[in-house]
């Protein structure tokens, strides 16, 4: 029987709160929280997803650069296959170090297409921060093939290597 591959997910982003005693406003708002989950069922279609890449990725000191149209998991799925991108859905990025790392739209062949192709934008991904962009509905943020904008660049200040988790959502058709 030939296997096939399918891909589908949830996005899911939650925000808690329990406020008391002096930061209390008195309001029925001293615990609540805030939800936002979008699911994607598999396909290349608006809302869904085809393909998903992630990975535990050592930034070493200076600019790390990938390529979304040909990202592969080499440090612990050596043999997978390439992995390649037309459509991101979501990107999401957990630093793991004691300092920021910057995503930088200014360097060549940048991906500036969720930042309105600024080429210019820095997002600063603090100290054991995370940063997560989803673009559930519509077209999804377009790779063009063979353009300047198929890379993306995690530039590590430091001078000792950072852990960044790395997740990508999207489509190849």
Do not use: C
Request: hydrophobic content about 40%; charged content about 15%; overall charge negative.
């Amino acid at each position: 029987m030939a296997q096939t591959d399918t891909a589908g997910g949830v996005v899911k982003m939650k925000f808690a709160w329990d406020r008391s005693g002096s930061l209390s406003t008195g309001s029925d708002d001293s615990k609540g929280e805030r939800s936002y989950e979008v699911k994607f069922t598999h396909g290349s279609e608006d809302g869904q997803m085809g393909k998903v890449w992630h990975e535990p990725t050592v930034l070493v000191p200076g600019d790390n650069e990938f390529s979304l149209h040909a990202l592969a998991q080499q440090s612990w799925h050596s043999d997978a296959p390439l992995v390649i991108f037309s459509k991101i859905r979501a990107v999401f990025f957990r630093n793991h170090g004691n300092t920021g790392v910057v995503w930088d739209t200014s360097k060549f062949k940048s991906w500036p297409i969720p930042f309105n192709t600024s080429l210019t934008t820095e997002i600063l991904i603090p100290a054991n921060g995370i940063f997560a962009l989803v673009n559930p509905l519509g077209a999804g943020w377009a790779i063009l093939a063979g353009s300047a904008e198929q890379n993306f660049w995690l530039t590590n200040p430091t001078g000792s290597n950072i852990t960044v988790d790395i997740g990508i959502i999207g489509t190849a058709a």
